[in-house]
């Protein structure tokens, strides 16, 4: 049992934390969570690089199962974020939540890659081409 769930202030905390992700995750298009609408801070929705560098950070650190995993839809559909991956993964404290939810993230792009028959080539879900040979992404 964790320390926050025999310390009731600490469960609230806790789930305001994971309520604050899951309105920060439906701007970003994720809304399959069921949690209170609430108003968020400007910093909280900013796109910019630092930013989502935080957004990473704080999802990777939920205590909130389904709240954390719910970055792998978001890494899913918003590849983009990759750069924010890789900076956040240099903090020690998230390296292992995050390596696991980016880890099933790619899993699930190299899974959906298609084989096109005309020209030899499988396509990620994002365009990239690859040599059928070499299975090597041509970004």
């Known amino acids: 049992m964790s320390s926050s769930s025999s310390n009731p202030s600490a469960v609230d905390v806790a789930w305001d934390e994971a309520d604050t992700l899951i309105s920060i995750l439906r701007t970003w298009g994720i809304d399959y969570l069921v949690g209170t609408t609430r108003p968020l801070h400007p910093g909280d929705v900013a796109r910019d690089l630092h930013s989502a560098v935080m957004l990473v950070k704080r999802l990777a650190q939920c205590e909130h199962p389904r709240v954390r995993d719910a970055s792998i839809s978001l890494f899913l559909l918003h590849p983009e974020l990759s750069h924010a991956i890789i900076e956040a993964l240099q903090n020690d404290a998230v390296r292992r939540p995050l390596c696991r ?18 020209e030899k080539q499988y396509f990620s879900i994002t365009g990239a081409p690859c040599d059928a040979k070499t299975k090597s992404y041509h970004l």
């Open 101 to 118: 939810c980016a880890s099933i993230a790619l899993a699930h792009v190299l899974v959906s890659c298609s084989y096109d028959r005309g």
